[in-house]
Each structure stands twice: as structure tokens, then as C-alpha cells.
């Protein structure tokens, strides 16, 4: 069974621009969420979705970032514009339902410049 | 505020040893925990979980044991083996209020290394 697929790897961008993450979460898992990693510190949760809609997206910084579900499968991560706090690791994970094991894959390393 | 903490970023242990990987937490509400293996360049991986019902629960080498008292878990790895060198992270969660979400509460990890 193939795993969170998630690119790019690694980014590089300067502050103020912007930058796109996407995952590719396990075939039929309905639930996928999207984590920040700052170094030195555990994963935390910016956003969650349950097929293509948004269950809780409470702690995801809204006047920057954004993202969205298509048809939900795929999901995309924006950043717009990127501040210097915005480096870390993004990870993406799904699970079966909500209720279910996380799946993680292995993350986006962003540094913003 | 912290509502998981691991308060050992590091911990050594010979091969063989038993490893003990400490959590506490301050919420009350929380009624899962989870013990999550991280190694470099990849994405965490689940390694064992404890509802809040129970206090112990085995899989092979990995124990959880969870105090609700004293709001404290603790994950025992026995025997210890160089390939368990990794980040340990320790997660609690809580359904939301609607029933449809469990968010997932970090710790801040504590890596492991186990010494041949």
C-alpha cells in the first residue's frame, strides 16, 4: 500500500513570497490533515479536513495561509505571503476516518530566506 | 501553553537496557494518547496508544503506561535496540465537541539513542 505522498521535499523561498505544498493521502482515506513541525518542537495541527471539507481549521493563520481539497483527494497547502516564522517542516497525514491512525508522510522542509 | 510536555529532549541507553520515554499533561479532557516514532527525513510513525480507560498496554518490545492521577504516561522499550534510535514524540487527543474531529496534541519529541 503506498504511502502520503507529499512535494516538494524541500523549498527555499525569500520572505513576502508566496508557496504551494500538496499531499497525496492513502487511496480511501477520508480524513487528512495538514501539520507545521517548527525545529525543536512536535507537529501542530493548522488544519483538518473530512473528504473535501473543513472540520477544523482553528489554529491555521488565515490572513496567510490557505488551503483546499479537491474532490477530496488531493489537498494543497498555501503560504501568501511567507514570513520569516513560516520555516518548518509541513507534514501531511490521513486516516481512514477521524477516528482513525494518522498516516504520516514525510513532510515539506520550508525555509523562508 | 504546553498541554503535552516531554521535558527530556535527549535520552542514551545501552543495548539491551530497558528505554523509559516520559510524558505529562495538563489537560484533563484529553482520552487517547499516542507514542509516535520519527526518524530523520521521514514523517512520524504510530508505534502503540492507551485509551484513557486503561492503564497499561502492551505490543511486543513497547509498554504504555498511563497515570491519570498524576497526568503522566511513560512508553517502555525493553530490550533496547540500536534501530529504536529515533525521536520519540508523545501525542494526547480529544474528540471535539461536534464528534467529528480528534486533534492531536504534540509533544515536543525526545530522541533516542541507543548505544551497541
Known amino acids: 500500500e503506498a504511502g502520503v505522498a507529499q512535494s516538494p521535499r524541500y523549498k527555499i523561498i525569500e520572505k513576502r513570497q508566496s508557496v504551494a505544498f500538496w499531499c497525496n493521502p492513502i487511496?480511501?482515506?477520508?480524513?487528512l490533515y495538514w501539520y507545521q513541525q517548527i525545529l525543536g518542537q512536535g507537529p501542530k495541527l493548522l488544519i483538518q479536513f473530512q473528504n473535501n471539507g473543513v472540520v477544523d481549521d482553528s489554529q491555521l493563520p488565515k490572513d496567510r495561509f490557505s488551503a483546499e481539497r479537491l474532490k477530496g483527494v488531493d489537498s494543497t497547502l498555501k503560504i501568501q505571503p511567507a514570513k520569516l516564522e513560516d520555516s518548518a517542516v509541513y507534514l501531511c497525514?490521513?486516516?481512514?476516518?477521524?477516528?482513525?491512525?494518522?498516516?504520516f508522510g514525510p513532510g515539506t522542509r520550508l525555509t523562508v530566506l | 501553553d504546553q498541554q503535552v510536555k516531554q521535558n527530556s529532549p535527549s535520552l542514551s541507553v545501552q543495548e539491551g537496557r530497558i528505554s523509559i520515554l516520559n510524558c505529562d499533561y495538563t489537560?484533563?479532557?484529553?482520552?487517547?494518547f499516542l507514542w509516535y516514532k520519527k526518524y530523520p527525513a521521514e514523517g512520524p510513525t504510530f508505534l502503540i496508544s492507551?485509551?484513557?480507560?486503561?492503564d497499561k498496554n502492551e505490543d511486543g518490545r513497547f509498554t504504555v503506561f498511563l497515570n491519570k492521577s498524576a497526568k503522566h504516561l511513560s512508553l517502555h522499550i525493553v530490550p533496547s535496540q540500536p534501530g529504536d534510535s529515533a525521536v520519540y514524540f508523545c501525542?494526547?487527543?480529544?474528540?471535539?465537541?461536534?464528534?467529528?474531529?480528534?486533534?492531536?496534541?504534540f509533544g515536543s519529541g525526545t530522541q533516542l539513542t541507543v548505544l551497541p
Open positions: 492507551i485509551s484513557s480507560i486503561k
Open positions: 497525514a490521513s486516516s481512514l476516518n477521524w477516528r482513525g491512525e494518522q498516516f
Open positions: 489537560n484533563s479532557m484529553f482520552d487517547y
Open positions: 487511496s480511501g482515506h477520508a480524513t
Open positions: 501525542a494526547a487527543s480529544v474528540s471535539s465537541s461536534s464528534g467529528s474531529a480528534r486533534q492531536l496534541t
